[in-house]
């Protein structure tokens, strides 16, 4: 039986960035299992946006830290991940919206993120199509930006393969040999191998997965969709966020976007005619040059989302199985922060960062939850 | 013909030698070769050229791929046919 040092369950995002960090740390036995084929799950199916507009300490300050490695990977990783610092622009339509956010602006500012409150002439010099009627102003982000998230994978696979990790695609997890408190051998539909530690990063499916090791986690899934236009010249760079709608520009010219439909939990990714009617009502109403745009591609993706809507990092009941889930949508952005936590504490037993150590399964169990700082008072 | 001068995904230009580059790279599925070339993801959405894709591949491999995955819509549809059109 082959035997590793981490095995990590999941190829997305999330797997491949701690395996990329467990490299760095110097462990040498390294496994992944995918299910399917790289990206197969929500990181391929993300919206591609990377921001630090967030409203809770934990949040800002990860996702700063998150850009800080978005930049370094758009350098050193072995291809182009297209990282772009196009901005988020975060259109504000009322007064009380506009003081709601400078709240949060006033916080994002205090942990070093440089976001602050715009006028609707700014607006119309970031974005001169916008339609600025109804808008009262936008909360604005230079730094925040995206990314392009298959050549992401595709860049840390080829980084990691170069490193003597072995990398299963296409082979699904059946069962673990345990003991009372550890794991010692995991087993697929095709082999079976022992390991000293267990990630466990498999979006929609690390609940199931945990609920087979015996504990849970209070995640539940909800369905998102997203659409991809024709390409088109290059016209837009921030991420536009309008109430519930977002949408970009991809490096490759490509209008992506999506709604919020508010839909109950599902394990179904059937996609819907009402939320194409409600995203290109939204799309045309804000930019009205995009109605005649033709849409080509329509999919959906799972949200994995957890009671306070944070991150569940690290530690479980079992002392060698570690956990990184429930990113209620932020998943892709958080990935390279969340994978150097998770690969510095199976390292070495602990996170570098304090704000993590708030965002640990436990603390459903104490009654911790991540507070909304930013609307006290 | 030169197998570089025949292009198999006209939205995207990729040609038939850089898919078997790419094969023997390692990308030997459809979903990984879609990823790294970007083949079958212009507008026409892959209707002509993953046909053309797997026959490459069971020529090269000896097994014919099928798992394709279709999304809608059909054929590209401007946005603006989807606004303001009444719920029933």
Redesign the interface.
């Given at each position: 039986m082959k035997s590793y040092d981490v095995v990590v369950v999941g190829g997305g995002i999330i797997g491949l960035a701690t395996a990329y960090y467990l490299v760095k740390n110097g462990v040498r036995k390294i496994a992944i299992i995918e299910k399917e084929y790289i990206g197969s799950g929500s990181t391929g199916r993300c919206g591609t946006g990377i921001r630090q507009q967030f409203t809770t300490k934990e949040h800002i300050v990860l996702m700063r830290e998150s850009v800080k490695i978005w930049r370094l990977w758009e350098e050193i990783l072995p291809k182009p991940i297209h990282f772009r610092q196009g901005g988020y622009l975060w259109l504000l339509r009322s007064e009380e919206e506009d003081n709601e956010y400078r709240k949060y602006v006033a916080l994002q500012n205090l942990f070093g993120v440089d976001s602050r409150i715009i006028s609707k002439d700014e607006i119309k010099e970031i974005v001169p199509d916008i339609n600025l009627e109804g808008i009262f102003g936008a909360s604005w982000c230079p730094s925040d930006g995206s990314a392009y998230p298959q050549d992401v994978l595709d860049s840390l696979e080829m980084f990691l393969k170069s490193h003597g990790v072995d990398i299963f695609d296409y082979e699904s997890v059946v069962d673990f040999k345990k003991t009372s408190d550890r794991v010692i051998s995991i087993k697929t539909d095709k082999d079976e191998y022992a390991l000293d530690n267990l990630l466990i990063a498999a979006g929609y499916a690390t609940k199931s997965l945990a609920n087979k090791l015996g504990f849970d986690i209070p995640v539940k899934n909800y369905r998102h969709q997203i659409v991809v236009s024709e390409p088109l010249k290059i016209f837009l760079s921030p991420m536009v966020v309008d109430r519930s709608l977002y949408f970009t520009q991809t490096y490759r010219g490509r209008i992506i976007g999506g709604t919020d439909t508010n839909e109950e939990e599902t394990d179904d990714l059937t996609l819907t005619y009402n939320f194409l009617q409600k995203f290109s009502s939204e799309l045309v109403s804000v930019f009205s040059k995009l109605s005649s745009v033709r849409l080509m591609r329509h999919w959906s993706g799972f949200y994995v989302v957890s009671p306070d809507k944070h991150p569940i990092l690290g530690p479980t009941p079992l002392k060698n199985v570690f956990i990184g889930t429930g990113y209620s949508g932020h998943g892709f952005m958080l990935g390279p922060i969340v994978g150097k936590l998770l690969a510095h504490y199976i390292t070495y037993g602990m996170f570098f960062l304090e704000e993590a150590n708030h965002l640990t399964l436990d603390r459903f169990e104490k009654g911790m939850l991540i507070q909304e700082k930013a609307v006290i008072g | 013909m030169d197998k570089k001068n025949v292009i198999i995904c006209r939205c995207e230009d990729v040609t038939y030698e850089e898919i078997v580059r790419a094969f023997n790279e390692?990308y030997k599925?459809i979903?990984?070769l879609r990823?790294?070339l970007?083949i079958g993801t212009?507008?026409c959405?892959g209707k002509t050229c993953i046909p053309l894709l797997q026959r490459i591949l069971y020529e090269l491999s000896g097994n014919f791929p099928q798992n394709i995955t279709i999304?809608?819509?059909e054929t590209?549809?401007?946005?603006?046919?989807?606004?303001?059109?009444p719920?029933k």
């Open positions: - | 390692g599925d979903e990984s990823r790294y970007k212009g507008p959405q999304r809608p819509p590209p549809v401007p946005f603006g046919i989807f606004v303001n059109v719920k």
